[in-house]
């Protein structure tokens, strides 16, 4: 299934993925890790992008943020890889790329996915075999969200914020999201939306960033046009019963094409409620 033009649209999160070459590694020791922070940190503000959670693994980024301006995640994504390549080839007296590609993203219905993917991006080091606990992970926003130990790199979410009156509390909140294992179709679910580029989110939210960005947002269904009733009662090489213009039966492919499957994404959002 082809992937969707890429959409950045002011408050709307995103779920940002990128790989290292040849999923080779980008991080060699904890100084690089520090340094990307860092960066990090500066190109959000730089560019007005609220960073909510990530996770840096030694061949992969995972970050969930939000723009603030049109093109602030495009901006903050390329400012950033272009530093720390040129901060790693330097170090390492290396040359070329080091990144696969361009950056993947997915936008987020924040009311039902995004503390998810804060548990998704966050888990990721234990599913690894990275660290035995997740506190015990120091490259991820966790202990931020589940201690009262703060990192500069996060600015809170609103649905963050709305999990308890203090800080501690929050954390509290957020520790009890983890005692429950994560559903495997969900999982493969936030992967596949990550990968294709597609939204993750129910239709009411589907449509309403079809309204905003003007253009369609769902894959276009798979299969032949469904033939009219009139096309039906045809026989075979008979016209059918009312004429159909070129421009009209092009019009109703499209509609028809138009429609989408939404059975996985509902049973998986019904998960969630």
Not at 135 to 160: C, K, M
Not at 210 to 223: D, H, S
């Amino acid at each position: 299934m082809p992937r969707l033009p890429r959409l950045n649209l002011i408050d709307i999160p995103q779920h940002i993925v990128q790989v290292g070459h040849n999923n080779l590694p980008c991080f060699f020791d904890g100084e690089d890790y520090q340094f990307y922070l860092i960066s990090l940190r500066n190109a959000a503000d730089q560019y007005n992008v609220d960073v909510h959670a990530y996770v840096l693994l030694p061949n992969m980024v995972q970050i969930i943020a939000t723009p603030r301006v049109p093109n602030g995640i495009p901006s903050m994504m390329q400012s950033l890889g272009r530093r720390y390549v040129q901060y790693v080839n330097h170090r390492y007296k290396r040359s070329g790329t080091l990144w696969a590609g361009r950056y993947k993203s997915s936008l987020i219905d924040s009311d039902a996915y995004l503390l998810t993917c804060y548990r998704y991006v966050e888990l990721r080091p234990m599913y690894l075999g990275l660290a035995e606990s997740l506190g015990d992970y120091p490259w991820s926003s966790f202990n931020h969200h589940a201690s009262v130990v703060q990192s500069e790199v996060i600015t809170d979410h609103r649905l963050y914020l709305q999990l308890g009156e203090t800080p501690q509390e929050r954390a509290e909140a957020y520790r009890r999201l983890f005692r429950y294992s994560f559903d495997r179709r969900l999982l493969e679910y936030i992967a596949e939306t990550i990968k294709l580029g597609h939204v993750l989110g129910g239709d009411v939210f589907k449509e309403k960033i079809e309204q905003i960005a003007n253009q369609r947002v769902r894959p276009l269904k798979r299969g032949r046009p469904r033939k009219s009733e009139n096309e039906t009662l045809a026989g075979p090489g008979e016209p059918s019963s009312r004429k159909i213009d070129e421009d009209e039966s092009v019009a109703g492919h499209e509609k028809v094409n138009g429609e989408v499957d939404n059975k996985k994404a509902g049973e998986i959002a019904a998960m969630e409620s």
